[in-house]
């Protein structure tokens, strides 16, 4: 079975601070995703990968910033964290050329006071 | 601009089919997804139609209507766990956009 893990489930941060989501897959996926989920808005991509140091913006790329230096790592940076930044952060990977099928991780879910 | 459109809510008995709809509007794709998200989970795939017309999966069915610009998941003799929220995605080329989520109450 896929397996998607994150680093946390439950994150508080401070406005400003510097904040760094990781997620790790155990499949030898080539796509990774980051999305942001909430209520009302369904999931939206903020950015995704397809390789190691290649990365793509999604949707809503302002305020974040990604990372993937090996195959299975894929982190997702809040530069300076703001509080219209709270949400449900849901990490993703599929094989090459089957991005319809992903496999989620269990999600973070950040509070930035 | 490019959005799904899904129902809220849909509520059905056990034992019931129920049909949720998918509705959008982009310039082109290569096909629509379905996942699964119970409460504090983490989404599921379910079903993937990357031609027009009906892709089977046991109780579950999707399909797709490029001409009409529709989706639709049919779940068959529902159970009280299909209770949870579904998602329609489309794929297209480095753009995954999903709809906002219908949440299904199976009700005993």
């Known amino acids: 079975d896929v397996k998607v893990t994150q680093s946390s489930r439950y994150l508080v941060k401070r406005t400003g601070e510097k904040v760094f989501l990781e997620c790790v897959q155990d499949?030898?996926?080539?796509?990774m995703f980051w999305y942001r989920q909430d209520p009302g808005l369904g999931l939206r991509l903020i950015y995704f990968s397809y390789d190691v140091k290649m990365k793509e913006k999604g949707d809503i790329p302002e305020g974040y910033s990604v990372s993937r230096e090996k195959k299975e790592r894929f982190s997702l940076i809040l530069e300076s964290a703001s509080t219209n930044q709270t949400s449900m952060y849901l990490c993703?990977?599929?094989?090459?050329?089957?991005?319809?099928?992903?496999?989620f991780g269990p999600g973070t879910r950040l509070l930035v006071l | 601009g490019q959005s799904l459109e899904q129902p809220s809510e849909v509520t059905a008995v056990e034992g019931a089919i129920v049909q949720i709809n998918c509705t959008y509007q982009t310039s082109g794709f290569y096909g629509l997804s379905w996942y699964q998200q119970h409460d504090g989970g983490a989404p599921t795939f379910l079903s993937y139609n990357a031609l027009d017309g009906l892709e089977e999966t046991g109780r579950f069915s999707s399909f797709l209507s490029r001409s009409d610009s529709y989706g639709y998941l049919l779940l068959q003799e529902l159970q009280m766990k299909d209770s949870a929220s579904y998602f329609c995605a489309l794929r297209g080329t480095y753009k995954y956009i999903f709809g906002t989520g219908t949440r299904l109450k199976v009700l005993a």
């Open positions: 499949m030898d996926h080539e796509n």
């Open positions: 993703a990977s599929s094989l090459l050329g089957k991005a319809e099928t992903q496999y």
